[in-house]
C-alpha cells in the first residue's frame, strides 16, 4: 500500500515562504496524479494545488502567483513551495496520490500556521 509522509510545515510570519514536501514509498512516475488539499478549523478541505502524470498543474484561485507545485520523480518526492503567505492560509495541508482515477491515499497532514 502506498504510503505518504509530509514534512516541512510550521508557524511563518505574513509574507514569508514555506516549502511542504511529500516523500511516497513508492515510484510516482506512473501516478495517475499528486497534490495537496488544506483544511482550516471549521472549513471544508480544499484544494489547493494538483498535478497528473503529464506535468499538468492546477490551483486554487486563491494561491495563483504565490504557490508551486512540483515532483521529483527520482526521489519520489512532491513538493508545494508557498510564498507571500497570508494568515488566511493557515491551515492543515495534506498530501495526496492517487495511482488511479479511483483510489486515493493521503498523507498524515502539517500544520502551517501564519501568524506575526
Known amino acids: 500500500q502506498v504510503q505518504l509522509v509530509e514534512s516541512g510545515g510550521g508557524l511563518v510570519q505574513p509574507g514569508g515562504s514555506l516549502r511542504l514536501s511529500c516523500l511516497v514509498s513508492r515510484s510516482i512516475f506512473s501516478m495517475y496524479a499528486m497534490g495537496w488539499y488544506r483544511q482550516a478549523p471549521g472549513k471544508q478541505r480544499e484544494l489547493v494545488a494538483g498535478?497528473?502524470?503529464?506535468?499538468?498543474?492546477n490551483y486554487a484561485d486563491s494561491v495563483k502567483g504565490r504557490f508551486t507545485i512540483s515532483r521529483d520523480n527520482a526521489i519520489n518526492t512532491v513538493y508545494l513551495q508557498m510564498n507571500s503567505l497570508k494568515p488566511e492560509d493557515t491551515a492543515v495541508y495534506y498530501c495526496y496520490a492517487r495511482p488511479s482515477e479511483i483510489v486515493t491515499r493521503w498523507g498524515q497532514g502539517s500544520q502551517v500556521t501564519v501568524s506575526s
Open positions: 498535478i497528473t502524470r503529464d506535468g499538468s498543474t
